[in-house]
């Protein structure tokens, strides 16, 4: 058995104490090619530690490549991974998040604006008119919170379409979902635990974990993250897209939702970070109401963007905190200044209350929704038809195709690139390891070249 005696510190959780020791065991050479380590219930029990520590630790180990995982047998260290630097080998360099490789045909993996779209005459119409007014106001400083017009636009259009009775003071807007994540952790505080959705979204984990914090990922099923592992997890702060979960696309239903906001108020101090990133892009008759538009006590820290409803290049991003976190906000972080210019917010503000938003989103859900019947067809009329099935495909820019293959999803990755198409697969959202391959592609359809589809899938069904 395994000897190890990691403890958590300020900077490093349990889970990276145990992984870093085995790592360092298997580059050494101490743990060769082929062998077997414990089970993870039996590491646990011989280390006096949880099982979802050990689970944390192999999931690591086995995305970096230094373990792998047989379906019934267990873990075992990786061929090669003795050698420093091989388990860099196993994955090909990462490309950055929105950039597509220039040998690519069609990028199936990165939502990309459509810059014929975009209300190019209305904005600049707005901010020539705003640079033409009070110049006094666009040089000075705005609160911590943001400006007051663009927050009293925002409180109007939660309320109008998404169902949020909330008041301007409730609402603090800074530059993008990231700045949004740290200002929540300082907001809290220190001693918590975060619970993030597992497949998830990995952006806020990597803020959470960038911040010291311990970490918890929980099982999502087809109702969004599982309650009674989160009670397990003794995790007090939960992040969680219960309006269209990425990457799974599951909605939430209402059963769920009150569970969770009932662990919410079970616990003293206990959070919810309801993450609204496309719920503006359902193509239901109307958006599902908010988690935070039915929490009564107080729990919910709703957040949401204009990147995607408008631009990913507009960083900015709001939250809407509970009344009693109003006070803290005010007393302890409102020394910070507001990230986003003051030109910006005021024009945003007015083509918020003005309605062009209201209406640039209701052209956008066409367009999104003709976007996504494309892609559907040219599946249909594919080799895959027959050999692949769609899933959740209602909502947001994106949805599932289940394939029929026995290939690995890595190996259908790389030999999908080597095609010209870039693939990105459910199982790569998984920080806790699958019992099996779920060979689910996460088809990111904003932005597609309709030309390319039919040999795109063409190429597909042929690796296929």
């Not at 995982?69 to 929105?98: D, I, N, Q, T, W």
Request: proline content about 6%.
């Amino acid at each position: 058995m395994l000897n190890y005696t990691p403890a958590p510190t300020k900077d490093m959780p349990l889970y990276l104490g145990l992984y870093h020791s085995i790592r360092e065991d298997i580059l050494s050479g101490k743990l060769k090619a082929d062998a077997k380590l414990p089970s993870k219930r039996s590491l646990a029990q011989h280390m006096k530690v949880s099982v979802i520590t050990v689970e944390n630790a192999y999931a690591q180990l086995l995305a970096e490549g230094y373990i792998r995982a047989e379906e019934r047998r267990g873990y075992f260290v990786s061929e090669g991974a003795e050698r420093p630097g091989a388990a860099a080998l196993m994955k090909p360099e990462p490309v950055p998040e929105g950039k597509t490789p220039e040998n690519c045909f069609v990028d199936l993996c990165s939502n990309r604006p459509d810059e014929s779209r975009f209300p190019f005459s209305v904005w600049s119409k707005i901010l020539r008119s705003e640079l033409s007014g009070p110049r006094r106001r666009l040089l000075a400083a705005t609160p911590a919170k943001g400006a007051p017009e663009l927050r009293r636009a925002i409180a109007d259009y939660l309320f109008a379409c998404r169902g949020m009775s909330v008041q301007s003071e409730q609402i603090v807007v800074g530059a993008g979902a990231e700045y949004l994540y740290n200002l929540i952790v300082q907001l809290l505080g220190r001693e918590r635990i975060y619970a993030v959705e597992d497949p998830g979204h990995v952006k806020a984990a990597k803020i959470y974990e960038k911040n010291a914090m311990p970490l918890r990922y929980v099982q999502v099923d087809e109702k969004g993250m599982r309650v009674d592992t989160l009670y397990e997890s003794g995790a007090d702060t939960a992040h969680i897209s219960p309006s269209h979960h990425f990457p799974t696309g599951v909605v939430m239903p209402i059963g769920r939702r009150q569970e969770m906001l009932a662990w919410a108020e079970a616990g003293k101090e206990r959070y919810i970070i309801e993450d609204d990133y496309d719920s503006e892009f359902r193509f239901a008759p109307r958006p599902l109401p908010t988690l935070q538009s039915i929490d009564i006590s107080g729990r919910v820290i709703y957040t949401n963007t204009f990147s995607k409803s408008l631009a990913p290049s507009i960083r900015i991003g709001y939250m809407v905190l509970p009344p009693k976190l109003v006070e803290r906000f005010s007393r302890e972080l409102s020394f910070y200044a507001c990230t986003v210019p003051s030109f910006e917010q005021y024009t945003l503000a007015r083509f918020i209350a003005e309605g062009h938003f209201e209406r640039h989103i209701g052209r956008m859900k066409k367009h999104y929704r003709a976007e996504r019947d494309a892609v559907i067809g040219a599946i249909a009329e594919s080799p895959l038809a027959g050999r692949a099935e769609i899933l959740e495909q209602d909502a947001g820019l994106h949805f599932l195709l289940k394939v029929k293959t026995n290939k690995s999803d890595e190996t259908l990755r790389r030999e999908a690139l080597s095609a010209g198409v870039r693939l990105a697969f459910l199982s790569e959202y998984s920080h806790i390891p699958v019992e099996a391959e779920m060979h689910q592609i996460v088809v990111d359809y904003s932005g597609v070249d309709r030309a390319r589809l039919g040999e795109a899938f063409a190429r597909l069904g042929a690796i296929l």
